[in-house]
Each structure stands twice: as structure tokens, then as C-alpha cells.
């Protein structure tokens, strides 16, 4: 048990929870973090477990016993919320009302989602089918977690690469929802849609405003990417040796406005997650040390 965390910071890391999701809050401990971002389930299968009372409550535990402070959940990477495939869209639909009961029932302040694919070419349709699953999912589950629509690469179909449309999905929500949505900026699917914090850091947060407002930033994705500006490809890359290299990192970690805004890493694993993640955070945890 590491006793050199420092409490304050925003700082976490997609973390594992094999042997069970209990065992989440021990793994951002390890790697001195006080925030954490886990899937509640395997995100590439259907199958939707429940989370009984005893699970929440071991889980509360254990988030207390390792002061977590913020705790939050990314959706199933089959859930298409934007398909026009009705089939598909009620599976997807079904899927993530669950995702949103588990993170309830688990007390989880947010749940990341992808916006989807509109796979027919029609954006708009998908947009406005995006936004009926996630206003549905709201209605149908009260609580406190706040759906995070995330920002994608921009390749394909999707519905989430731009900040016009997750604007033009939030939009279609009703009002009284709206403070329980927001939207998580994933630094590697932003600079491979087209968003260049690496030449233009200050458009990109003006751009970032304009559409949407920088009020709805919930979280942030903190990846480099092993592909070029602009490539619509994601694939999340060690902070400082991809193409965004350690510049972007540095200046959200210090800019004033993103002051506690929960940071997590998705960043690779490989054969030592403990070491990898702590030499990322390190980095980012250098930068707020030397100011
Ligand atoms: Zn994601
Ligand atoms: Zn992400």
C-alpha cells in the first residue's frame, strides 16, 4: 500500500476488475489514484450481469476503504444506439439501460458512451436515435450517474466525431435531463477526428466551446495515438511517445479551466498495467508539481 498519493488529484486509469468488480477500488490505489474508470461487465458480449445489493455494497466498501473519489463506468463496445437496424437498436437500447441501472446501482458518478454508427449514411436519423435511446434510458433510470457522451475517432459512420453532433444528440434531450448529461473529450480520438491540440490548442477549446459549451466537460480521456492527425483511426498510444507527443498533455493538465475535471488513462497495458499506468500518470503528475 503506497502512502505517497496525493488526494487531491484528478489523475486515474481504466482499471481491471478481474476477480470482480470490487476489486477496482485496491487497483487505482496501486497505482495512487483516487479516481477510476472500470466496465461493469465484458464489454464485447451481450450477456448483462446484475448488481445485487451485497455486490453494491462490497463495492462501496472497498471504495471507501481506498478513498475513491470518483468512480465511473464506459458502456459495451456493441451497444449502437445510432444503428438503423431496429433490431439491433433495441438490443443496444436494452444493453444500456442496464449499463445505467449497474452504474446506479454501484454509485458510479458517470458512464462514457459511444454515440454510435448510423451505418446507413443518414447522420441525422442517427443522431435523433442516439438521443432517443438516451433520453429513454434517463427516464426509465433515476439516479445520479451522468451519461458522458464520448467524442470518437471520426472514422466510418459514427455520430460522435464531431462537436456539432454530440451538440446536435444533446440538444434533442429534454431540458430536465440535461444536467444529468455531459460529454468526455478523448484527447487521441480528438486529434485523429481532425482536432489539432498539437498547432491549434486554443481553437480547439474555442471550437469545443462554441458548439457545446465548456460547461458540459465531464471527463477526459488522456491517450496519445499511434496514428497521425486527422487519421479517423484510434488506437491510444503511451502519453508523449505517439503523435500528439507530451505538449497537449501538459497545457490541459495546467490549464486553469480543467482544474478537477476527473483525467483517465486508457492507455496500453501491455504485461505490467500497474508500472505502465503509473508511468503515464507520473507524467502528467510531473507537470502539476512543476506548475
Ligand atoms: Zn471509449
Ligand atoms: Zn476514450
Redesign the pocket.
Known amino acids: 500500500m503506497t502512502s505517497s498519493r496525493d488526494d487531491s488529484d484528478e489523475f486515474g486509469a481504466h482499471v481491471s476488475t478481474a476477480g470482480g468488480l470490487a476489486t477496482a477500488p485496491a487497483r487505482a490505489r496501486e497505482i495512487e489514484s483516487t479516481s477510476l474508470q472500470l466496465f461493469t461487465k465484458q464489454p464485447t458480449r451481450w450477456a448483462e450481469p446484475v448488481v445485487d445489493p451485497a455486490l453494491a455494497l462490497a463495492f462501496g466498501e472497498e471504495r471507501d476503504t481506498h478513498q475513491i473519489r470518483v468512480a465511473g463506468s464506459?458502456?459495451s463496445y456493441l451497444i449502437n444506439l445510432a444503428t438503423p437496424k431496429s433490431e439491433l437498436w433495441e438490443r443496444s437500447y436494452q444493453s444500456f439501460r442496464k449499463e445505467l441501472a449497474r452504474c446506479t446501482a454501484l454509485g458510479l458518478q458517470f458512464l462514457?458512451?459511444?454515440p454510435g454508427n448510423a451505418t446507413d449514411g443518414d447522420d441525422a436519423s442517427g443522431i435523433a436515435r442516439n438521443a432517443e435511446g438516451v433520453t429513454r434510458a434517463l427516464e426509465e433510470v433515476e439516479g445520479c450517474t451522468r451519461v458522458l457522451l464520448?467524442l470518437?475517432a471520426g472514422g466510418g459512420t459514427t455520430v460522435g466525431g464531431s462537436f456539432e453532433k454530440l451538440a446536435a444528440i444533446l440538444e434533442q434531450v429534454p431540458d430536465e435531463l440535461q444536467k444529468r448529461l455531459g460529454v468526455?473529450f478523448?484527447t487521441c480520438?480528438a486529434y485523429s477526428a481532425g482536432y489539432d491540440l498539437v498547432g491549434d490548442y486554443d481553437g480547439v477549446w474555442a471550437s469545443f466551446d462554441d458548439a457545446l459549451g465548456l460547461e458540459r466537460l465531464g471527463l477526459f480521456?488522456l491517450n496519445d495515438s499511434k496514428n497521425p492527425f486527422a487519421s479517423r483511426k484510434d488506437r491510444h498510444e503511451h502519453l508523449g511517445e505517439g503523435s500528439l507527443g507530451v505538449e497537449p498533455f501538459r497545457r490541459i493538465v495546467l490549464d486553469p479551466r480543467f482544474l478537477g475535471i476527473p483525467k483517465i488513462l486508457?492507455t496500453p497495458k501491455e504485461s505490467d498495467p500497474v508500472g505502465n499506468d503509473l508511468k503515464n500518470l507520473g507524467l502528467l503528475r510531473s507537470f502539476r508539481r512543476q506548475g
Open positions: 464506459h458502456d462514457v458512451t459511444h464520448e470518437t468526455c478523448d480520438h480521456h486508457e
